[in-house]
């Protein structure tokens, strides 16, 4: 059973550029979740996604942005970066009925200059 | 603010040892208690989790200990190996919320051989 992909595995920017992620889910997992992980802040929620339609959203600012599409994979965007944005970005996907089976994929590697 | 609170930051234990990290809350909506971990280069993965209303659960060399009344909850790792070495997150999540989780800072493990 392949677990949750996440594409690209690393990523370089320049400030102010837009940066897009992207999260395939486990088969049958509905929903998606995405937390940024940084030495300082450790794990933060972003969002999570469920049917399409945002379900949760965390303490970010606009500037983080998601959708999740019809076959259940997600993207993340991340609009004007700064350097703060530099950060592992995990996506965890789960089924419907509760956090049981709630997977991490491996997270993209995303470095702000 | 942080909800949940993680110590220690980092520990060393000699192989064949016990490792004890420790995580309290103070928000009673909590309802299930994760721990996951962490190896370099790669997501959380779900070690074992609990919810309130038991006060143990172990899992091979694994177990959880949960004290309602205090708002606190620890890791017990039965004879420590140096495969264990990685970095512990534990976490919460409320019932009506179950897909969001606050994870604790974190505990790198060093268990020297």
């Known amino acids: 059973k392949a677990g949750v992909t996440q594409t690209p595995r690393y990523l370089i920017k320049t400030r102010g550029q837009q940066v897009t992620l992207s999260c395939s889910p486990i088969s049958g997992h509905r929903s998606v979740s995405w937390y940024q992980q940084t030495p300082g802040q450790g794990l933060q929620f972003l969002f999570e996604?469920?049917?399409?339609?945002?379900?949760n959203k965390g303490n970010f600012p606009g500037r983080f942005s998601g959708r999740q599409f019809s076959n259940s994979r997600s993207e993340m965007n991340v609009s004007t970066l700064e350097l703060g944005d530099s950060a592992l970005y995990l996506c965890?996907?789960?089924?419907?009925?509760?956090?049981?089976?709630?997977?991490f994929g491996s997270g993209t590697r995303l470095t702000v200059v | 603010q942080q909800q949940v609170k993680q110590s220690p930051q980092s520990l060393i234990v000699q192989k064949g040892g016990i490792s004890i990290i420790n995580c309290a809350y103070e928000?009673?909506?909590?309802?299930?208690f994760p721990w996951y971990q962490q190896f370099p280069g790669k997501g959380p993965a779900l070690l074992i989790a609990i919810r309130p209303d038991v006060s143990e659960k172990k899992e091979g060399r694994f177990t959880i200990s949960f004290n309602k009344s205090a708002k606190q909850f620890s890791l017990h790792i039965m004879d420590s190996q140096p495969g264990d070495s990685a970095t512990y997150f534990c976490a919460a999540s409320k019932k009506d919320n179950f897909n969001k989780f606050y994870f604790g800072s974190g505990t790198k493990l060093n268990v020297k051989p």
């Open positions: 965890a996907s789960s089924l419907v009925g509760g956090p049981r089976g709630y997977t």
């Open positions: 996604y469920f049917s399409e339609t945002q379900r």
């Open positions: 928000n009673t909506a909590f309802d299930y």
